[in-house]
């Protein structure tokens, strides 16, 4: 897989001057408006200043047309799927135990930022009795950001690159180079809407870090490529057993904060960061997938960087992310490997999908 946009140090120091100054004062200052546990955040820095930096760099070099999908792809990783990829994922079947890989949706979880999720039964019952048999029934009315809060699926419209001027939309670059003026429009994306996603049904991989490290992983503490060689070793797996097409999950620990201290949760995170980023674009993953609501390391221990793994998998090569996981009951029972499967919400024009991941055994 070409991996031309993960740089070297040369770059790193070259995005660094193009990082502009209101993304810095975003990291510096708090991530997630009043959300932010400034404790934890100012932990995860600090500890992210230790770290030497040696990560791959993000470039400013187009990244289009996507070299294996080509220029009017609009369904990124989700082309790995095909009929002998969800062959081969079936053999990870043998005990047919399915396992919820996603969170329940409720309005207490944690959320990104200001999202909101409200739902309202409208009335009790909602509607009836209709005939003889006077039949009753319920909707609900949901208000959300409904493919960006709880268990979310990254979709391609969601992240993307100002490589210009503040406002200027034809330099807010996407996925396949797309700009912001070609996709966006105010009741949907006009473009790498949900709707072009396919459906997964592919080979999982779960690295869990957290048991190798025996201990829950802090905020900003980033998941090296060593750590997921050890992870491997400890679990008795290979790395050439992750092939084109699978998906990839990280398990922190970071979850056990969901719920009990969602100021905490949403202050930081650990994660994965561009040196696995690459490690997942050169193995041709088509997903990756943690128990935290980025996936990726945050803050990043480049501190001018602000989400820097979500551009890279997503904008530039396609790779979807789901966040908000939960392994719990896998890693019970040893389960590291698994037929991953979700088909996500095709909501024509959306940029992200809820819903309920499984893993099957
Ligand atoms: C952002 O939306 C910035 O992050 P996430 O994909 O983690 O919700």
Known sequence: MDSRYLQDKEDLKKSAD????????????????????????????????????????????????????GKDDQAGASN???????????????DGKIYRIGRVYEAAMPKFGERAFTLRIPGTPTGGPFGANKLI???????????????????????GIQMGKDGDMNEMRWYNGLTELEIAGPYGMKKLGMEHVKPFFTRGHLFDIEALKGRMLEAGEEI???????????????????????????NTGWGKLWMKNNDKYNGGEPGIGLEVAKWCV???????GGDCWATEVVPNPDK???????????????????????FDDLIADRKYQFAYIFSPAPIKGATGSNGGPIAVT
């Open 137 to 159: 029934y319920h909707d609900e009315f949901l208000a959300t950001e409904i493919g960006q809060t709880g268990t979310q699926f990254d979709g391609l419209a969601h992240i």
């Open 18 to 69: 193009v990082v502009d100054e209101e993304r810095r004062t975003f990291l510096t200052a708090g991530l997630v408006g009043g959300a932010v546990a400034a404790g934890a955040l100012a932990a995860g820095v600090a500890h992210a200043q230790q770290q030497v930096a040696q990560t791959p760099a993000l470039s400013d070099k187009p990244w289009w047309p996507h070299p294996r999908w």
């Open 304 to 326: 001018n960087l602000a989400f820097p793994v979500h551009g890279e998998l997503i904008t530039k090569h396609g790779i979807f992310n789901h966040e908000n996981l939960v």
């Open 282 to 288: 050169d193995k041709g993953v088509c997903l990756t």
């Open 80 to 94: 790995w799927i095909t009929p002998a990829k969800v062959l081969d994922a079936a053999k990870l079947i043998k």
């Open 224 to 250: 090296k490529v060593a750590d997921l060689r050890a992870a491997l070793q400890k679990q008795n797996m290979q790395e050439a057993d992750v092939k084109e097409g699978d998906a990839v999950f990280f």
